[in-house]
């Protein structure tokens, strides 16, 4: 059994979002939670929230205990990207890209 959690459009980069769930991909919950909890980045409060919303599915919907559960899969696909203009040198407008992410967290069952 395996819950998930997905966060969409959210205002941080892939590139910088992807560093993070690297690092609590295929660990136990508990210990990811700690990893995420005392890391001092944007993608991590984000990442962290994603996190504890599947932990809650897998406990709310479907019965699994916390303490049994781990990573699975952690990933972030590109969402849109928002396009902006600034002011350049000599008069010219240079684009500034804000990109978005779509950020996917799966907790399942460890098998004993």
């Not at 560093?19 to 990893?35: G, P, Q, T």
């Not at 996190?51 to 972030?76: H, I, P, R």
């Amino acid at each position: 059994m395996e819950a998930k959690a997905i966060a969409k459009g959210v205002r941080t980069t892939p590139r910088k979002t992807a560093l993070i769930a690297n690092l609590i991909r295929n660990k136990s919950v508990v210990e990811a939670d700690s990893i995420l909890a005392n890391l001092n980045k944007d993608s991590a409060r984000i990442m962290h929230k994603v996190l504890l919303s599947a932990t809650a599915n897998a406990e709310n919907n479907l019965g699994l205990n916390k303490n049994n559960l781990f990573v699975k899969e952690a990933y972030v696909g590109e969402g849109k990207t928002l396009k902006r203009m600034r002011f350049g040198s000599r008069g010219r407008i240079d684009p500034v890209k804000k990109r978005t992410s779509h950020v996917t967290v799966v907790v399942s069952e460890k098998l004993k």
